[in-house]
Every structure is written in structure tokens, then in C-alpha cells.
């Protein structure tokens, strides 16, 4: 069993809908959440991480996580065309310094107009 | 500046090439990372390294040889490659903070190809 499932999709969504992108994790000393989003052929660009538990927004997206059921959440409201990329989740243990990230396998995303 | 730069963006190289990686942050982050990329994958950690010095080396071949000249810097330098190497390279770098997320921001990669 992988640490870090994801869905790759791909996920195709009319504009204006509302995306829900999932992960499932097994490693319970994970704290930290990150969820990327990564353009055809460029770098992967950091949208938003969250600590332990809880809700975190900025602007049209939210990130959700529950411990208790190892899961989390990215929301997208109001989905654009240029939404259209493949989103990674990531995450990582406590603790200072380095440490790795474990990656999801990233989902593909199309908002079509 | 929340940047990370990487050169060249693109590289075609034969087998028997030396070739160089680039990759510039001016965050003052004190840890480095690349990435080995292929299509439709998660990127792949190669390397880290923590105050300019090697911290994690994911059993890369040796082939791949990586340097942090200083605090700014970071080179991955390249000889006698195999096909199947060629992918998009993702440099990183983050804090070393003992507490917090030490996100990590990536560049925008170089896409490499080996004849």
C-alpha cells in the first residue's frame, strides 16, 4: 500500500462547478499538507498547506483535513479554464529541518468552458 | 522574492555529453532539493542538500552528480546518460525552520532529453 492514494483522474468539470480533489494517507505522524498545482510541462507552484486538522481558505480554494479518517480535501468554487492542470498533493511529518515530502500520484483536472 | 530559477530550460544531449544543471534561489533557504520528473508522475527526490551539505542521496546512479557551490547555488552535473534518464528536472528549496511547514518551492524545471 502506497503512503500517500490519489485519483489520477482525469477529472473533467463544466466551468463554474465546483471541484472536490482527494487524498488518503496511512502514515499518522503526517502534520503537514500541502496541495500543489502543476501547469503542462512548468514546475509544480504551492497553492496552500494546512497543519493537523481544519480548514484552510484562500480566495476560491479551501484545503480540508481530517485525521481522524487520514483524508483531505482540495476545493476549488467557481472552476475557470485555466484551473485545467494536474494537482498534487504532499505531505510531510513533524519535525524541523528537511524532511521529505510524500507526493500523491497528482490528478488531472479539465474545466471546460 | 519568492523565486527559484533553473537553466537551461531545455537540454538535448547524447550518451557520451557532460552536461550541467543550473538552479538559483535568493530566499535564503537553507535546504535544496532535485527532483526527476517523467510524464504523468509525481516528482521523484534525487538529492537534498541541508546548509551546502549532501543530507540525502535516494541511491541516484552515479551518473548523476550534484554540487551546492554555496547557500544560493545548486548544479546537477550530467555524463554518460541513458535514455531513459531524460524527464523534467525540478529543483527546490526551502527553510530549515525546527518548527513550521518548510514548504517547498519548486522551479520551473528543465526538460531533459538524452539521445
Known amino acids: 500500500q502506497k503512503e500517500v492514494e490519489q485519483d489520477p483522474g482525469p477529472l473533467s468539470v463544466p466551468e463554474g462547478a465546483i471541484v472536490s480533489l482527494n487524498c488518503t494517507y496511512s502514515?499518522?505522524?503526517?502534520?503537514?499538507f500541502m496541495w500543489y498545482r502543476q501547469y503542462s510541462r512548468k514546475g509544480p507552484e504551492l497553492l496552500m498547506y494546512t497543519y493537523s486538522s481544519g480548514n484552510k481558505e484562500d480566495g476560491r480554494f479551501t484545503a480540508q483535513v481530517d485525521k481522524s479518517s487520514k483524508y483531505i480535501s482540495l476545493f476549488i468554487r467557481d472552476s475557470q479554464p485555466s484551473d485545467s492542470a494536474t494537482y498534487l498533493c504532499a505531505m510531510r511529518p513533524l519535525g524541523g529541518g528537511y524532511n521529505k515530502l510524500i507526493f500523491g500520484a497528482g490528478t488531472r483536472l479539465a474545466v471546460h468552458p | 522574492d519568492t523565486e527559484v530559477t533553473q537553466t537551461p530550460k531545455h537540454l538535448v544531449m547524447g550518451m557520451t555529453n557532460k552536461k550541467s544543471l543550473k538552479c538559483e534561489q535568493h530566499m535564503g533557504h537553507r535546504a535544496m532539493y532535485w527532483y526527476k520528473q517523467k510524464a504523468k508522475k509525481p516528482p521523484e527526490l534525487m538529492f537534498v542538500?541541508?546548509?551546502?551539505?549532501?543530507?540525502i542521496n535516494e541511491s541516484v546512479p552515479s551518473r548523476f552528480s550534484p554540487e551546492c557551490p554555496n547557500s544560493s547555488l545548486l548544479n546537477l552535473h550530467l555524463h554518460a546518460l541513458q535514455p531513459e534518464d531524460s524527464a523534467l528536472y525540478l529543483c527546490a528549496s526551502s527553510q530549515e525552520r525546527l518548527a513550521g511547514p518548510n514548504e517547498q518551492f519548486f522551479g520551473p524545471g528543465t526538460r531533459l532529453t538524452v539521445l
Open positions: 542538500y541541508s546548509y551546502e551539505k549532501l543530507s
Open positions: 502514515n499518522s505522524a503526517f502534520q503537514y
